[in-house]
């Protein structure tokens, strides 16, 4: 109970950061890089477009950007299959930045706040469900990077937490390439696809998965 009671703190307090980010700036940050916006910007600069995606998806985990509009405008300038690769290189990066950030650079703060068995309950728990976690949370706003930060601060095995990372967030970025591209605003049957599919594929994981050693707490 009182793992449960501190895990539930910080990810409160990590959301709290976020939502006081998004009533500062998020309405600026909706104007700047909404689809349109987006889109005539990644016309102008073509040729680099992919790399200022990739660059303002990896930022979202710090600034309120909205991720749906740059996916969608990717999927205008490039098409469906690449906007849906390069929104999935951005968006993963960004959920690999918050996980090691969180995983080697958080120590110092979970030792505060728990003790080594709190710690390994917490990665216990995490190895277990925190995949479910992490790909439920891509579709939705600011949990992605509370769920990457907890999971690097429970020190998640890297495997699973990649794992999981991609199946939650290729779908996401393809659906919404695919809705740029199409114009459309009604997701449908592929909103469905992009939240259960990959559900479905992480319980497959888990069935072939081998057992990994335990993480070293380092």
Known sequence: ???LLKTTGIA?????????????WGGDFERLFSQEACTAFFRSIRGWAWAA?????????LLPVPATGIMAALGVVYGPVAGALIGTAGSALAGLAGYGLARFGGRPLARRIASEAELDRFQR?????GGLAVIASR??????EVTALLAG?????PRRF????????????????WLGHASRSEPGIGMAL????????WLVFLRFLREEPPARRG
């Open 1 to 3: 109970m009182k793992l």
């Open 12 to 24: 409160i307090g990590l959301a709290a950061v976020f939502l006081l980010t998004f009533e500062l």
């Open 53 to 61: 995606a990739i660059g303002l998806l990896v930022a979202d985990l």
């Open 125 to 129: 728990f995490f190895d277990r469900w």
């Open 139 to 144: 579709m939705l706003p600011i949990l992605p």
């Open 153 to 157: 601060l429970a020190r998640m095995r």
């Open 162 to 177: 990649a794992a999981a990372l991609l199946l939650g967030t290729a779908p996401t970025a393809a659906l919404f390439a």
């Open 194 to 201: 992009a939240v259960v599919l990959p559900l479905l594929l």
